[in-house]
Protein backbone atom coordinates (compact mmCIF):
# COMPACT_ATOMS: atom_id res chain seq x y z
CA UNK A 1 0.00 0.00 0.00
CA UNK A 2 1.38 3.29 -0.69
CA UNK A 3 2.10 6.08 2.37
CA UNK A 4 2.95 9.32 1.71
CA UNK A 5 3.09 10.94 5.25
CA UNK A 6 4.01 14.60 5.82
CA UNK A 7 5.92 16.24 8.42
CA UNK A 8 7.75 20.10 9.78
CA UNK A 9 4.65 22.17 9.73
CA UNK A 10 4.28 23.93 12.64
CA UNK A 11 3.53 27.96 13.57
CA UNK A 12 6.01 30.36 12.32
CA UNK A 13 6.45 34.56 12.12
CA UNK A 14 6.61 36.34 8.78
CA UNK A 15 10.52 36.18 6.91
CA UNK A 16 10.94 32.64 8.72
CA UNK A 17 11.75 29.47 7.44
CA UNK A 18 10.31 25.77 7.69
CA UNK A 19 11.53 22.76 5.88
CA UNK A 20 8.56 20.14 4.74
CA UNK A 21 9.34 16.22 4.84
CA UNK A 22 7.49 13.44 3.02
CA UNK A 23 8.11 10.20 3.59
CA UNK A 24 7.64 7.23 1.19
CA UNK A 25 6.54 3.47 1.54
CA UNK A 26 4.63 0.81 -0.32
CA UNK A 27 6.36 1.76 -4.13
CA UNK A 28 9.32 2.41 -5.78
CA UNK A 29 9.91 5.80 -4.79
CA UNK A 30 12.91 6.38 -7.20
CA UNK A 31 10.73 5.79 -10.13
CA UNK A 32 8.44 8.74 -9.95
CA UNK A 33 8.02 12.17 -9.84
CA UNK A 34 6.51 14.02 -7.19
CA UNK A 35 4.48 16.98 -6.26
CA UNK A 36 3.96 19.48 -3.27
CA UNK A 37 0.18 21.07 -3.45
CA UNK A 38 -1.33 23.55 -0.81
CA UNK A 39 -4.59 24.27 0.22
CA UNK A 40 -5.17 27.76 2.07
CA UNK A 41 -8.26 27.37 5.03
CA UNK A 42 -11.12 27.48 3.53
CA UNK A 43 -10.31 27.58 -0.40
CA UNK A 44 -9.03 25.31 -3.57
CA UNK A 45 -6.54 23.35 -4.50
CA UNK A 46 -3.20 25.13 -5.57
CA UNK A 47 -0.04 23.63 -6.92
CA UNK A 48 3.66 24.32 -5.70
CA UNK A 49 6.21 22.48 -6.76
CA UNK A 50 7.00 19.24 -8.68
CA UNK A 51 10.71 17.24 -8.80
CA UNK A 52 11.29 14.60 -11.45
CA UNK A 53 12.65 11.08 -10.44
CA UNK A 54 15.90 11.65 -10.63
CA UNK A 55 15.82 15.94 -9.74
CA UNK A 56 16.50 16.54 -13.36
CA UNK A 57 13.77 18.34 -13.79
CA UNK A 58 12.36 21.43 -11.42
CA UNK A 59 9.28 23.47 -11.42
CA UNK A 60 7.80 25.50 -8.97
CA UNK A 61 4.80 28.21 -9.32
CA UNK A 62 5.12 31.65 -9.72
CA UNK A 63 4.26 32.48 -6.19
CA UNK A 64 7.54 30.69 -4.25
CA UNK A 65 9.92 30.85 -7.29
CA UNK A 66 12.96 31.87 -5.31
CA UNK A 67 11.15 31.21 -1.77
CA UNK A 68 10.88 27.47 -1.79
CA UNK A 69 13.52 24.67 -2.76
CA UNK A 70 11.97 21.32 -3.78
CA UNK A 71 14.48 18.54 -3.27
CA UNK A 72 14.41 14.82 -2.67
CA UNK A 73 16.61 11.78 -1.48
CA UNK A 74 15.48 8.49 -3.05
CA UNK A 75 17.78 6.30 -0.53
CA UNK A 76 16.09 7.52 2.06
CA UNK A 77 12.62 7.45 0.60
CA UNK A 78 11.50 11.00 1.10
CA UNK A 79 10.58 14.56 0.06
CA UNK A 80 11.43 17.55 0.91
CA UNK A 81 10.45 21.03 0.43
CA UNK A 82 12.58 23.90 1.96
CA UNK A 83 10.44 27.14 2.56
CA UNK A 84 12.17 30.38 3.10
CA UNK A 85 11.05 34.19 3.26
CA UNK A 86 7.44 32.86 4.55
CA UNK A 87 4.71 34.86 4.09
CA UNK A 88 1.19 34.98 5.22
CA UNK A 89 -0.34 34.03 1.97
CA UNK A 90 1.87 31.07 2.23
CA UNK A 91 -0.33 29.78 5.39
CA UNK A 92 -1.83 26.50 3.94
CA UNK A 93 -2.13 22.48 4.66
CA UNK A 94 0.59 21.36 2.81
CA UNK A 95 0.61 17.62 0.37
CA UNK A 96 2.59 15.88 -0.90
CA UNK A 97 1.75 13.66 -3.76
CA UNK A 98 2.85 11.12 -6.31
CA UNK A 99 2.65 11.55 -10.03
CA UNK A 100 1.72 8.66 -11.83
CA UNK A 101 1.94 8.96 -15.96
CA UNK A 102 0.53 7.51 -19.43
CA UNK A 103 2.74 6.85 -21.96
CA UNK A 104 1.34 9.37 -24.00
CA UNK A 105 2.39 11.77 -21.35
CA UNK A 106 -1.02 12.57 -19.30
CA UNK A 107 -0.23 12.53 -15.86
CA UNK A 108 -2.28 12.51 -12.38
CA UNK A 109 -2.18 12.64 -8.61
CA UNK A 110 -2.75 8.82 -7.65
CA UNK A 111 -1.95 9.18 -3.78
CA UNK A 112 -1.46 12.29 -1.70
CA UNK A 113 -0.46 12.04 1.92
CA UNK A 114 -2.56 13.64 4.68
CA UNK A 115 -0.89 17.54 5.00
CA UNK A 116 0.65 19.52 7.44
CA UNK A 117 -0.31 22.42 8.42
CA UNK A 118 1.86 25.42 7.96
CA UNK A 119 0.77 28.85 9.58
CA UNK A 120 2.47 31.92 9.23
CA UNK A 121 1.47 34.62 11.68
CA UNK A 122 2.89 37.21 13.67
CA UNK B 1 -0.65 29.81 -17.05
CA UNK B 2 -3.62 27.84 -18.02
CA UNK B 3 -6.62 28.79 -15.89
CA UNK B 4 -9.15 26.27 -15.20
CA UNK B 5 -13.04 27.52 -14.54
CA UNK B 6 -15.65 25.15 -13.30
CA UNK B 7 -18.86 24.92 -13.11
CA UNK B 8 -21.03 25.86 -11.41
CA UNK B 9 -19.32 26.59 -8.27
CA UNK B 10 -21.67 24.58 -6.14
CA UNK B 11 -25.08 22.93 -6.63
CA UNK B 12 -27.58 21.18 -4.72
CA UNK B 13 -28.75 17.49 -5.29
CA UNK B 14 -30.97 14.80 -4.24
CA UNK B 15 -29.65 10.97 -3.86
CA UNK B 16 -30.22 9.15 -7.04
CA UNK B 17 -29.94 12.73 -9.02
CA UNK B 18 -27.77 12.59 -12.03
CA UNK B 19 -25.00 15.42 -11.29
CA UNK B 20 -22.84 17.37 -14.04
CA UNK B 21 -19.90 19.43 -13.58
CA UNK B 22 -17.94 21.09 -16.67
CA UNK B 23 -14.60 22.40 -16.46
CA UNK B 24 -12.91 24.82 -19.33
CA UNK B 25 -9.59 25.05 -19.73
CA UNK B 26 -8.38 28.61 -21.06
CA UNK B 27 -6.33 26.74 -24.08
CA UNK B 28 -6.01 23.62 -25.81
CA UNK B 29 -4.88 20.47 -23.32
CA UNK B 30 -5.79 17.84 -25.60
CA UNK B 31 -7.05 15.15 -22.61
CA UNK B 32 -4.84 15.86 -19.62
CA UNK B 33 -7.48 16.62 -17.73
CA UNK B 34 -8.37 14.82 -14.40
CA UNK B 35 -11.00 15.31 -11.81
CA UNK B 36 -10.29 14.81 -7.87
CA UNK B 37 -13.18 14.21 -5.13
CA UNK B 38 -11.99 16.13 -1.70
CA UNK B 39 -14.03 15.69 1.42
CA UNK B 40 -13.99 17.60 4.38
CA UNK B 41 -10.58 17.17 6.29
CA UNK B 42 -9.28 14.53 3.98
CA UNK B 43 -6.90 14.73 1.38
CA UNK B 44 -8.17 14.72 -2.52
CA UNK B 45 -8.45 11.59 -4.00
CA UNK B 46 -7.98 11.26 -7.87
CA UNK B 47 -11.30 9.81 -9.65
CA UNK B 48 -10.88 10.04 -13.60
CA UNK B 49 -7.59 10.82 -15.17
CA UNK B 50 -6.62 11.49 -18.85
CA UNK B 51 -10.30 13.18 -19.17
CA UNK B 52 -12.44 9.49 -19.01
CA UNK B 53 -9.91 7.05 -17.92
CA UNK B 54 -11.61 5.94 -14.26
CA UNK B 55 -8.92 5.36 -11.11
CA UNK B 56 -9.20 2.16 -10.32
CA UNK B 57 -11.72 1.76 -7.16
CA UNK B 58 -14.10 4.05 -7.97
CA UNK B 59 -17.38 3.86 -8.94
CA UNK B 60 -18.74 3.61 -12.18
CA UNK B 61 -21.19 5.88 -11.42
CA UNK B 62 -18.43 8.26 -11.85
CA UNK B 63 -17.67 9.35 -15.74
CA UNK B 64 -15.52 12.22 -17.47
CA UNK B 65 -15.57 13.12 -21.07
CA UNK B 66 -14.55 15.84 -22.85
CA UNK B 67 -10.79 16.98 -24.82
CA UNK B 68 -9.32 20.11 -25.85
CA UNK B 69 -11.17 23.08 -23.71
CA UNK B 70 -14.09 21.27 -22.42
CA UNK B 71 -14.52 18.66 -20.14
CA UNK B 72 -17.34 16.58 -17.51
CA UNK B 73 -17.56 15.15 -14.87
CA UNK B 74 -20.99 13.47 -14.55
CA UNK B 75 -22.21 11.38 -11.87
CA UNK B 76 -24.79 9.61 -13.22
CA UNK B 77 -26.75 8.37 -9.54
CA UNK B 78 -25.72 10.29 -6.36
CA UNK B 79 -25.46 9.00 -3.74
CA UNK B 80 -24.99 10.22 0.35
CA UNK B 81 -21.05 9.41 -0.07
CA UNK B 82 -20.50 11.51 -2.67
CA UNK B 83 -21.35 14.55 -1.13
CA UNK B 84 -18.08 16.69 -1.64
CA UNK B 85 -16.11 19.19 -3.55
CA UNK B 86 -14.74 18.36 -6.74
CA UNK B 87 -11.81 19.60 -8.73
CA UNK B 88 -10.64 19.28 -12.28
CA UNK B 89 -6.61 19.70 -12.67
CA UNK B 90 -4.84 19.61 -16.08
CA UNK B 91 -1.72 18.24 -16.21
CA UNK B 92 -0.64 20.06 -20.08
CA UNK B 93 1.94 22.04 -18.54
CA UNK B 94 3.31 23.68 -15.58
CA UNK B 95 2.49 25.13 -13.40
CA UNK B 96 -0.11 22.18 -12.82
CA UNK B 97 -3.53 24.17 -12.39
CA UNK B 98 -6.42 23.37 -10.64
CA UNK B 99 -9.96 24.92 -11.14
CA UNK B 100 -11.63 26.33 -7.93
CA UNK B 101 -13.95 23.84 -7.25
CA UNK B 102 -17.46 22.65 -7.12
CA UNK B 103 -19.42 21.87 -3.73
CA UNK B 104 -21.88 19.17 -4.29
CA UNK B 105 -24.44 19.70 -0.99
CA UNK B 106 -27.61 17.99 0.14
CA UNK B 107 -30.77 19.18 -1.47
Known amino acids: EVQLVESGGGLVQPGWSLRLSCAAS????????MHWIRQAPGKGLEWVSD????????GYADFVKGRFTISRDNAKKSLYLEMNSLRTEDTAFYYCAKAEVMATGENWFDSWGQGTQVTVSS | DIQMTQSPSSLSASVGDRVIITCRAS??????LNWYQQKPGKAPKVLIYAASSLQSGVPSRFSGSGSGTDFTLTISSLQPEDFATYYCQQSYSTPRTFGQGTKVEIK
Open chain 1, 51 to 58: ISWNSGSI
Open chain 1, 26 to 33: GFTFDDYA
Open chain 2, 27 to 32: QNIRRH
